[in-house]
């Protein structure tokens, strides 16, 4: 029995607000149905962020029912998980995915949290914030009682754990339950193979290049899935790389010879199919960086989608310090490092999660997971409290009461 395992599609994205790259995401998950048909696979695993958004456009929609239903043409079916892009952060919310369960897509969710595939045990939950992540574990460790039940199972996630995604994860690597037999996950865009429990954690990294910082991973593991054979003692994982519309080129220049840089540019990125994106670091300028974007424009903007050129001073190549990009702190993990003197991982948790959804201007589902914080963390004290008051005044007389919270109520505005 083998299968394939996909996460991160971001079927919708318009990276830089270019059609073109929305085309691009469209045109990769179109190629990876076809190779998923090709490979001959039993059924499909899909482990979140299958659409940019929560509310996805008429043709995102269309693209992901065009894959669907050659899948199903095809005997495949798939099963999936919504992501942190396909879901709204509110209470009773549905993903996009619930579309298109009457079509055969078999949806996991925290009603719904398990399928059996054959003799395959498939359990897994939708992303959870990691102000809720109390409530994750406590579900994933009844799904971890399911799975003791069964020979072969798959755990389907869409988190980032501290082993692999640095600062704004939502479970440490001890928080999986370790007798699943293959980890399914999804939501780091770079592609992670590694050994846990008694099998394999993988994220399949996206199919697309949905940031810049994935350029590297790019390079070393290209975009695309993983097929899955079940059949042996630990599965076994195949890489199945996907070739991307539409390259991204980085160079880092240097003013003194920009003319000699820019001709190899030219030489690179002739002869491409699609224009690429550029992304350029031009040091030691001395002149008007508004000049020297000009030039580099008049130069390559015919043969490019887009120039990200980043410009370097002399003054600035003067400073001796020097941060890399992958040490440097951005808001969240500031805010993290500042809550960290409150001693309360759940606050620091709540105040991400929360600086995530008012940043782009979500108040209303930012109060929805302030009363979901709240029902997980205190609802359940405050009823204990009123339980305990009401089985102390059943020991008083009924004439004691009154007074009893009239003396209370004095204290209190004292």
Do not use: C
């Not at 495949?76 to 009457?102: E, L």
Request: charged fraction near 30%; aromatic fraction near 10%; proline fraction near 4%.
């Amino acid at each position: 029995m083998k299968f394939a395992h996909l996460a991160d599609t971001h079927l919708g994205y318009r990276q830089f607000g270019l059609i073109e790259r929305e085309k691009d995401f469209y045109e990769v998950f179109e190629k990876v149905i076809d190779k998923i048909i090709e490979e001959k696979v039993d059924f499909v695993i899909h482990s979140g962020d299958l659409f940019e958004t929560a509310r996805p456009s008429p043709i995102a929609l269309l693209t992901f029912q065009k894959g669907l239903l050659k899948l199903k043409g095809s005997g495949i079916p798939m099963y999936a998980i919504a992501g942190n892009h396909d879901i709204v952060i509110r209470n009773d919310s549905i993903p996009p995915q619930v579309i298109f369960k009457k079509l055969g897509l078999k949806v996991i969710s925290p009603i719904n949290t398990n399928y059996m595939h054959g003799d395959i045990f498939i359990a897994g939950l939708p992303f959870y914030p990691s102000s809720q992540v109390k409530n994750l574990k406590s579900k994933l460790a009844e799904l971890s009682k399911k799975a003791a039940n069964h020979e072969k199972s798959i755990l389907v996630l869409h988190q980032g754990i501290d082993k692999y995604f640095g600062y704004n994860y939502e479970l440490e690597i001890g928080d999986l339950p370790d007798n699943f037999n293959y980890y399914a996950l999804g939501h780091i865009h770079n592609y992670v193979n590694d050994n846990f429990g008694k099998g394999k954690l993988v994220y399949p990294g996206s199919g697309e290049i949905w940031n810049i910082k994935e350029l590297k991973d790019y390079h070393e593991n290209g975009k695309g899935f993983v097929i899955v054979d079940m059949d042996n003692e630990k599965p076994l994982v195949k890489r199945v790389k996907i070739d991307i519309p539409r390259e991204f080129i980085r160079r880092s220049l240097d003013y003194n010879d920009l003319e000699s840089g820019i001709s190899g540019i030219k030489e690179t990125i002739k002869d491409f199919d699609k224009k690429p994106i550029l992304d350029l670091d031009i040091h030691n300028i001395e002149s008007d960086t508004n000049r020297v974007y000009e030039m580099i424009n008049e130069e390559l903007g015919d043969l490019s989608l887009m120039i990200r050129p980043t410009f370097h001073t002399v003054d600035e190549e003067d400073i001796d310090i020097v941060m890399d990009e992958n040490d440097s702190l951005g808001p969240k993990e500031i805010l993290k490092e500042q809550l960290k003197t409150y001693d309360d991982e759940s606050i620091s948790n709540l105040a991400v999660d929360l600086y995530e959804l008012l940043s782009k201007d979500k108040v209303d589902e930012s109060l929805d997971l302030i009363n979901q914080y709240f029902d997980e963390y205190y609802r359940t004290e405050i009823e204990d409290e009123v339980i305990e008051i009401e089985e102390f005044e059943d020991e008083e007389t009924p004439l004691e009461k009154p007074k009893k919270v009239q003396d209370n109520s004095k204290e209190v505005l004292e």
